[in-house]
């Protein structure tokens, strides 16, 4: 089966916006046993629409669009897609009588009434756009709106069934996505390439990120090898798994099943490793708080850092992170305590310490302190941050769930 899709929109020509609708259909078709063949990104222009539309149409049997369903003036799509199957837009008394319990009368409510003759509707919950389902089988038309948090669950809840339901996969098929932190992908692709010449049909791919990997195979048959390559890979790297969407939530679970607690030193991060704890429901049971010390005045004041420390081996080195993960270990009683400093750059750094030197301590109760420097090769500064943020959470997910240290 051949699917494309087109995501309408200048913002997302212009770089207003990011197209995480192609990212997040990719994702949720490749795991129902579908595949993109090819992904669009369109302007609101009406013969630049119809033209994609009507050539995605002759070479697919299904065209999934993004976009262009609103009450505005740019909003084209639901028109253009009607106009190239074939069908007249009809006004639906049930579908307005259905919007005016949520919104004022007007005639662009109107507008959202009107529906292609023979159209499938979904349901949004969140906006006044229906999704459509246009079903011919010369190549079928998917009309979704563009906001991701009205199209991800209109596509989940009302889409995803009618595509199963009309076009079952042919070749149904299994996926197991394995999330490793802090482990390099050259050290595990020998074992892939084993796995890979042993069976030849499974489809691999590994997928490195900042601090973590993520390693995927899809197979057709024999479904049980799948957790024989889990075995496989666990017992080479053995605390190196985590079985979360992220590795902050992968902390957050482990932080509240152990019942410990935790609180931050930041300085170069700003406090990223703190947002990304608190953005997750439930932090409040685990997450003390998190001081952004950011100067050295602020390290000495309210961590405890000596002044010789800072003399002698300057804010980015492993004494003063040491000194700062004690000291807030010491304040808060907190059951762990994770501080951090470096050179996020571009500028601030040199030939002893360029930009990228980063150095992270991990301070448990009872414990000698684990602290050392990142392994950081990059130089922008976004890079330097999303780099140490994850890598201490990967270290501090890799202490509690399985004792592990991360500097020897």
């Not at 087109?6 to 770089?15: A, N, P, Q, W």
């Not at 028109?79 to 009809?90: F, I, S, Y």
Request: net charge negative; charged share 25%; with cysteine.
């Amino acid at each position: 089966m051949r699917i494309e899709v087109l995501t309408i929109g200048d913002e997302v020509l212009e770089g207003q916006t990011l197209n995480t609708n192609g990212a997040f259909l990719g994702g949720h078709l490749f795991e129902m046993g579908y595949a993109i063949q090819k992904l669009s990104v369109l302007p609101d222009e009406p013969d630049a629409i119809r033209d994609a539309m009507h050539e995605a149409l002759g070479r697919a049997n299904l065209v999934i669009t993004t976009g262009g369903l609103g009450p505005t003036i740019d909003d084209l799509t639901k028109g253009l897609g009607a106009e190239c199957m074939g069908r007249q837009l009809k006004f639906d008394s049930h579908l307005y009588d259905e919007l005016k319990k949520r919104y004022p009368e007007s005639d662009a409510l109107k507008n959202q009434a009107l529906v292609p003759e023979g159209a499938i509707l979904l349901k949004n919950k969140i906006g006044s756009a229906s999704g459509l389902l246009l079903l011919s089988e010369e190549g079928s038309l998917l009309l979704l709106p563009g906001p991701p948090r009205e199209l991800e669950p209109m596509f989940k809840e009302e889409a995803a069934p009618l595509l199963e339901r009309h076009f079952p996969p042919e070749n149904p098929s299994k996926t197991l996505r394995l999330s490793l932190c802090v482990t390099n992908e050259l050290d595990l692709d020998p074992m892939l390439r084993s796995i890979r010449s042993a069976h030849p049909d499974a489809e691999i791919g590994i997928y490195p990120s900042y601090g973590t990997l993520q390693v995927r195979f899809r197979i057709q048959e024999r479904f049980e090898r799948l957790a024989l390559w889990q075995k496989q890979i666990q017992e080479a790297f053995p605390t190196h798994f985590f079985f979360e969407p992220t590795i902050a939530a992968a902390v957050h679970k482990q932080m509240i099943e152990k019942k410990k607690t935790v609180a931050l030193a930041e300085s170069c991060t700003g406090g990223a490793i703190s947002q990304r704890l608190t953005a997750i429901e439930g932090a409040s049971t685990f997450f003390l708080g998190s001081m952004v010390v950011y100067s050295n005045e602020w390290k000495k004041r309210f961590c405890g850092v000596e002044e010789s420390t800072l003399q002698r081996h300057g804010a980015v080195s492993r004494e003063t992170v040491i000194e700062m993960a004690q000291g807030l270990l010491e304040e808060t009683n907190a059951d762990f305590a994770l501080a951090v400093s470096g050179i996020a750059g571009p500028t601030g750094g040199s030939a002893e310490k360029p930009v990228g030197t980063v150095y992270l301590a991990l301070a448990q109760k009872g414990e000698s302190v684990d602290a050392g420097k990142l392994p950081i090769t990059l130089r922008s500064r976004s890079s330097v941050i999303e780099y140490a943020t994850q890598s201490a959470l990967c270290a501090l997910y890799r202490k509690i769930a399985y004792g592990a240290k991360s500097f020897s």
